[in-house]
């Protein structure tokens, strides 16, 4: 498979390795961007840190709940400047409202559904445009529902740059419901619990951890043992209830769930544009068309 220019772009967006190194870490994986990760990890090129976050669009996340229901939904826009805008913010509000009201189940009907003006989602979307000057778009959102005896741990971090939405199951305390959803926020955790995290998804930290261990020089009869203890390592990293609660280092965050009484049965976190490429303004390249242009 032909490596493009694309591909190690891509790959070094994800990794944060050399450009070079993301060229031949494709070629020798066919072109295949996540066995390239593994391979550059087991190379000890990339750190494996989620790096993909560092690409960004402005916007911000927002969260509303009304008795029993909530929702999380993200909201683009190009700049950071206009998502401080109030017109913009009172638009992400307005949206919110409706979406909790209709219960859309994806982006495509919450665009096609029409709100209390009398204008479908998209319509409304386009007139707050023409008014805000920018590109603007509802990127994602969930729908939640509980029960009175459960709990929503609602959590926006520095103005909504992101997002969480925790369920806490069998307990109504709502604030480490929150402090669990801060949590998140801070420590970004992959999975609930070990349980969730698939055979596939394991064998592949370990067969990554091996290549690591081997390529350290340690000792073939020792890498086993090592890699168990390493794996460890990585549950503690990807897993939410394994992760050492952020408000007490000293306690795991199951623990203190289990103060609660509750139960831990979802959480969802958005970071405003991860996964998004930020536009980048090249002046230079637009001054000289604006000059070939005369």
């Known amino acids: 498979m032909a490596v493009t220019a694309q591909m190690v772009k891509e790959l070094r967006a994800k990794t944060g390795a050399g450009m070079m190194d993301c060229k031949k870490a494709l070629v020798e994986t066919d072109g295949n961007i996540d066995a390239a990760v593994d391979f550059l990890r087991e190379k000890g090129l990339s750190s494996a840190a989620k790096k993909a976050d560092r690409i960004a669009a402005e916007g911000t996340t927002y969260i509303l709940t009304e008795g029993n229901e909530a929702i999380l939904l993200e909201v683009n826009a190009e700049t950071d400047f206009v998502a401080k805008n109030e017109g913009f913010q009172t638009l992400v509000r307005e949206l919110a409202e409706h979406l909790l009201a209709t219960k859309p189940e994806t982006v495509e009907e919450a665009n096609a559904s029409t709100m209390s003006n009398g204008l479908n989602v998209a319509d409304h979307i386009s007139n707050a445009i023409a008014k805000i000057g920018e590109k603007i778009t509802l990127r994602r959102f969930v729908i939640r529902t509980k029960t009175d005896n459960d709990s929503f741990g609602p959590y926006l971090h520095m103005g909504g ?18 402090d669990v959803a801060m949590h998140v926020a801070a420590l970004n955790p992959q999975f609930i619990s070990r349980d969730e995290v698939s055979e596939e998804e394991v064998d592949r930290e370990r067969k990554v951890l091996t290549e690591q261990a081997l390529n350290e ?54 970071g405003v544009g991860e996964g998004i490429e930020k536009r980048q303004d090249n002046f230079a390249e637009e001054v000289m068309s604006q000059v070939n242009k005369k």
Do not use: H, W
């Not at 740059?161 to 419901?177: C, F, K, N, P, Y």
């Not at 939410?240 to 408000?247: A, G, N, T």
């Open 217 to 270: 020089g340690k000792p073939e009869n020792i890498v086993a043992k090592m890699v168990e203890g390493r794996l460890g390592k990585y549950f503690e990293e990807v897993c939410l209830l394994d992760q050492s609660f952020v408000k007490n280092s000293d306690q795991k965050v199951k623990d203190f769930v289990k103060t609660t009484g509750g139960t831990i049965t979802e959480f969802v976190r958005y």
């Open 161 to 178: 740059r992101i997002g969480v939405l925790v369920m806490l199951e069998g307990s109504t305390d709502a604030q480490a419901a929150k």
